[in-house]
C-alpha cells in the first residue's frame, strides 16, 4: 500500500534550518506530483509547496524565498529545505502526493498523506 513517512522535524530558535523529509513506498513515485503541507492548531491545512512532473515548483507567500522543495527520483523521496524559520511558521508538516494535480497548493486535490512532522519554532 502507499506509505509517505515524513521525518527531520523538531525544536528550533527563529533564524535557525530544518530540512524535513518524506520516503514514499508501495507506488510508482514519478507517477504522482508531491507537495508539502502544514498545519497550525486551529488553522486550516494550507500548502506550503510542490513539485510538478517537469520539476518545476511553487511556493506559498509566506515561505517564498525560504523554504525550497527537491526531490530525489532514485530514493523516491521529498525534501523541505527550510531556512530563516519564523514562529509563525510552527506547524504539524505533511508530505502528500496527487495523481492529477501536479503544482497544486490545494490539500482536496491530493490522494495520500504521510503522519506529519512537528516543526516549532521559538523566538
Known amino acids: 500500500q502507499v506509505q509517505l513517512v515524513e521525518s527531520g522535524g523538531g525544536s528550533v530558535q527563529a533564524g535557525g534550518s530544518l530540512r524535513l523529509s518524506c520516503a514514499a513506498s508501495?507506488?510508482?513515485?514519478?507517477?504522482?506530483?508531491m507537495g508539502w503541507f502544514r498545519q497550525a492548531p486551529g488553522k486550516e491545512r494550507e500548502g506550503v509547496a510542490a513539485?510538478?512532473?517537469?520539476?518545476?515548483?511553487r511556493y506559498a507567500d509566506s515561505v517564498k524565498g525560504r523554504f525550497t522543495i527537491s526531490q530525489d527520483n532514485a530514493k523516491n523521496t521529498l525534501y523541505l529545505q527550510m531556512n530563516s524559520l519564523k514562529p509563525e511558521d510552527t506547524a504539524m508538516y505533511y508530505c502528500?502526493?496527487?495523481?492529477?494535480?501536479?503544482?497544486?497548493?490545494?490539500?482536496?486535490?491530493?490522494?495520500?498523506w504521510g503522519q506529519g512532522t512537528q516543526v516549532t519554532v521559538s523566538s
Open positions: 513539485i510538478d512532473d517537469n520539476g518545476s515548483t
Open positions: 508501495g507506488y510508482i513515485y514519478s507517477s504522482y506530483c
Open positions: 502528500a502526493a496527487t495523481r492529477y494535480y501536479c503544482g497544486s497548493k490545494v490539500p482536496s486535490r491530493y490522494n495520500y
